[in-house]
């Protein structure tokens, strides 16, 4: 195989990827309908991430949603923490009703 043959199958090669990625681009802009009919329909979603919080750089705090139900995920170093109850939003307790700092 000489050079020209080999220069030959790599344009060969770029044309055939470029065609196909202005396919791709073409259909997403003027077509989405399309695609949208080439997906799975997944039906509704269960499962909603509501908050993150990066403790360090190698473990998270997770906030998930699951149905109805949050719960809090610590995540990091290959390994994930979970508590066993649902986290509840707390409610605004009264300043008198609070229980002492340090006691």
């Known amino acids: 195989m ?3 043959n080999f220069a030959w199958a790599v344009f060969s090669l770029a ?3 470029g065609l196909i990625g202005l396919v791709a ?3 997403r802009r ?3 309908q399309w695609l949208e009919k080439l997906q799975a329909d997944r039906g509704e979603r269960r499962l909603k991430v509501t908050e ?3 403790l360090d750089p190698a473990r998270r705090l997770v906030l998930v949603q699951i149905d109805n139900e949050e719960r809090l995920l610590l995540l990091g170093e290959g390994k994930e923490l979970t508590g ?3 986290v509840r939003p707390l409610r605004a307790m009264p300043l008198g009703d609070r229980p002492e700092r340090g006691a």
């Open 84 to 86: 066993p109850q649902a």
């Open 25 to 27: 681009v073409g259909l």
């Open 2 to 4: 000489n050079f020209l």
């Open 52 to 54: 993150t919080l990066v």
């Open 30 to 32: 003027y077509a989405p």
């Open 15 to 17: 044309i055939t990827l």
